[in-house]
């Protein structure tokens, strides 16, 4: 033969770094030999052996890896529930009364990586010790998110631990983390979003954690998920970097919820000026204390029981909404503001307010105050409604505020009287305008909640006082021996002390209607006592009979002839009432 040789790699050979296919490079091995013939003589050569690299692959990491921001790991109070594209959680058991909390604040998985022959991972750096470490745009892809959390922008940063292990962590502020937060409290006292910490054990893995919620973007309702992309790459013990790869990270928002039924409330007309203070009726009275756990004024308010979520942030208290959501700010509102204080129609009101009274529902156009329709103003932000007389300008009849502090409230001031439709005789009788309102609650990244709540409007009646009695003489008529010394006259006249209450409007006099109070009689029937003929009024021997003019004038005369004005020849007697 020519003579041969024969090289067997055993184990492989630390190569010079190299990136993506092109870190198969090669390294040389050239052997030198000395051939010697059969009778001594020799010749000297060398042969060389090309040694082909080794690299790694990465294959299909793990896809599936979701987090939600309700877990009570972050922060805020979450509501945890079952909905939301990937969430695991479920009820189960007995009864079905069994929850199982299956997605939480944390999740991982492979990320598939073939390490090849340069497997070695002694931890004592190049050449042996493979690693896997975030690739060169992984904060740009992040940053290109333009993510925030509670209204501050998030920033990114990565560390390395003491073993070599490399975590991404997403914080807000100025101060940037150096170490992995050791719980979840030190995590947010650091201002630290979510950690991601990569590993080269095994196929190589990811761990995720979140700590605070993320404001998720756009118009979509509940509980929508916010894509996170991680760009990673691999590195073998002899320093061959792999083309980079990506994992992706599902965080499901979290949303409001507004909770039960909000107890009514009461308030009362007659705690108004002039009002007639009593605890008629007994029933609406004793349920309007029972409801507002104490007397029923002018005022009431209580909780909207709102449950923000963990995306509860509140940078501007009682900001209400404009139109545009401002991230990391709730609100509550009646309606979308517009920037402006706004003058609404009925229409427009009746989106979010109805009543209903003793006859039944009674339309927003139809509801007045002493007679002028009331007309509904918004505030700028839409958390403040205001009910006025005759426009938007007029006297302010009640104001609802609400309030995004807390579990949310609201405030209810009546500081003018409702027309009631129902009429009724007595304190006793008062009755009740109920007004329903309809609220919207939005969480910091705009996701809706609403609910209701219902404000009872108490009525006041007028009282009776004490009349003064009148004395008339009849003397003073038909050429009667009047003796004047007595300073009595064919005229009696005196007050009824009537106590008008708060509805006290006398806006047109003595012709009733909404807005104007008014007297009139009863009936046409006059009691008598002590006549000549006992209960039988006459006059000059004739029976008087009585009647009330068309203008209410309450009439006595004789005959069968009924008189139209008080200037008939057969009138006895006239008597008019003044309010």
Excluded: C, M
């Excluded at 090849?116 to 931890?123: C, E, H, Q, R, W």
């Amino acid at each position: 033969g020519v003579g041969s040789y024969t090289v067997t790699l055993v184990q492989p050979l630390d190569h010079a770094p190299g990136n993506g296919s092109n870190g198969e490079n090669s390294l040389s091995l050239t052997f030198g030999y000395t051939a010697t013939d059969s009778d001594g003589d020799t010749v000297t050569g060398s042969f060389v052996v090309d040694v082909v690299d080794d690299v790694a692959k990465i294959g299909s990491p793990f896809a599936g890896g979701v987090v939600e921001e309700e877990q009570l790991e972050v922060a805020g109070l979450g509501n945890e529930d079952t909905s939301g594209t990937g969430d695991a959680d479920s009820f189960g058991g007995f009864l079905g009364l069994q929850f199982r909390d299956r997605t939480t604040h944390e999740t991982g998985g492979t990320l598939a990586i073939s390490w090849g022959s340069d497997n070695k991972n002694d931890g004592d750096g190049q050449p042996g010790d493979r690693s896997v470490q975030f690739g060169p745009d992984a904060l740009t892809i992040l940053s290109g998110l333009n993510l925030t959390s509670d209204g501050d922008t998030l920033k990114y940063t990565t560390v390395t631990t003491a073993s070599g292990q490399q975590i991404l962590l997403a914080y807000t502020g100025s101060l940037v983390p150096t170490v992995l937060p050791s719980s979840a409290d030190a995590a947010i006292t650091a201002n630290v979003v979510f950690s991601v910490a990569l590993s080269d054990s095994s196929a190589g893995s990811y761990a995720f954690k979140l700590y605070d919620t993320l404001d998720h973007q756009g118009s979509v309702q509940g509980e929508d998920s916010q894509v996170l992309t991680f760009q990673f790459t691999a590195t073998d013990s002899d320093g061959d970097v792999t083309a980079p790869s990506t994992f992706s990270v599902s965080v499901i928002d979290d949303k409001p919820f507004a909770v039960g039924t909000i107890g009514d409330r009461y308030v009362e007309e007659e705690e108004l000026s002039g009002g007639n203070e009593d605890a008629q009726p007994v029933g609406s009275e004793l349920a309007g204390a029972i409801a507002n756990g104490g007397p029923v004024t002018d005022k009431a308010g209580a909780s909207l029981n709102i449950s923000w979520g963990g995306d509860d942030g509140n940078k501007t208290v009682n900001g209400g909404f404009s139109g545009t959501q401002v991230a990391g700010d709730r609100s509550v509102v009646f309606a979308t503001g517009n920037g402006s204080e706004q003058t609404l129609s009925a229409e427009q009101v009746a989106q979010f307010l109805t009543v209903s009274g003793g006859a039944g529902p009674v339309a927003i156009g139809l509801l007045t105050s002493e007679g002028q329709s009331l007309v509904f103003t918004l505030s700028a932000d839409g958390d403040v409604l205001t009910a006025h007389a005759g426009s938007g300008t007029g006297a302010v009849v009640f104001t609802v505020s609400l309030s995004d502090s807390g579990n949310g409230s609201y405030d209810f001031d009546l500081n003018g009287v409702l027309d009631h439709p129902v009429k009724a005789s007595g304190a006793s009788n008062e009755d009740v305008l109920s007004f329903n309102f309809t609220f919207t609650a939005r969480d910091g990244d705009g996701d809706v909640a609403t609910n209701n709540f219902t404000v009872k409007v108490i009525d006041d009646a007028p009282v009776r006082g004490e009349e003064v009695r009148g004395t008339a003489e009849d003397e003073a008529v038909n050429n009667g021996n009047n003796e004047g010394a007595d300073g009595l006259t064919a005229v009696a006249s005196g007050d009824l002390n009537i106590k008008w209450g708060a509805d006290d409007a006398d806006t047109v006099a003595d012709l009733g209607g909404k807005g104007d109070r008014s007297i009139a009689f009863t009936n046409a029937t006059v009691s008598v006592a002590d006549a000549y003929n006992g209960a039988s009024l006459t006059s000059l021997g004739v029976p008087v009979l009585t009647t009330v003019l068309a203008n209410g004038t309450l009439v006595g005369y004789t005959g069968s002839t009924i008189p139209t004005t008080i200037n008939g020849s057969n009138v006895v007697f006239h008597a008019t009432l003044s309010d």
